[in-house]
């Protein structure tokens, strides 16, 4: 049995959880809840000392990175296959699990920039302090700080905006004679970016492609009415945490003048 430690908004536990339900693989859930800091417990850094999610296990065996979590539960079965046959598009989609950690450092970005700031910013001081001294990597606790300090006046913020706005234009150009990232099927390339557009969208941006790239609006409709989209976040998230994340996000870079051009 495969064993996931996961966040139910993680975007990178989305991603591996997009995979296993297209896979149809059944899977054991361990769910780490990151608001409450679970990730920052001693139990879960022996587990991973990096302190991040999804951390699979699969007898005995243990794999930390989502995009390399999921080619591996690709392999394990042999239904619904989505990395490509040939060697050349096996490259291109590996890049674009390479790329993944950029976008995944942009929403990340914009997620503390908004929701996660107004979240944070209800906790006591000195429970802030001890949070950022908990995280193993100082580096992204700075950051993180700065962002829940100054939210969208950050300077991490434009940067952030303009990756996303970036991924959406790539996308809209690989589309122009095909349906899918690597043809004519839904393939992995497909899964592994999905979770950093939903992310994008929960946080009031979908301007950035809807505004701007029609094929990459009508390809993110597309997987949206796939069983596995659905499947792999209802579960984990209600309506009225939506709301929240979505009008959060909105107030946070939609009335920001800085950003018109991007929206």
Known sequence: MLKLYHGANSVCSIKVRIVLEEKNMAWESHHIDLPKGEQFSEEFIALNPRSFVPVLIHDGFILRESSVICEYIDQLSDVNPLMPTSAEEQAKTRVWGVQCLEYHDSVN???????????????????????????PDQIRAKKVQD????????????????????????????????????????????????????????????????????????????????????????????????AKIHAAGQETFLADDRFADYL
């Open 109 to 135: 970005t914009l997620t503390f920039a908004s929701y996660q700031r107004s979240m944070l910013l209800a906790k006591p001081k000195d429970e802030l302090e001890k949070r950022w001294k908990s995280m």
């Open 147 to 242: 962002l829940v300090e100054n939210g969208a006046s950050s300077g991490y913020v434009p940067v952030a905006m303009q990756r996303m706005s970036r991924l959406a234009r790539e996308i809209n150009d690989e589309l122009e004679h095909s349906d899918w990232l690597m043809g004519d099927s839904y393939s992995m390339a497909d899964a592994l970016v999905t979770a950093y557009f939903f992310r994008t969208e929960c946080v009031g941006l979908a301007g950035l492609w809807e505004s701007h790239y029609p094929r990459t609006t009508n390809w993110y409709n597309r997987i949206k009415e796939r069983r596995s989209f659905d499947a792999s976040i209802a579960p984990w998230l209600n309506e009225e945490e939506m």
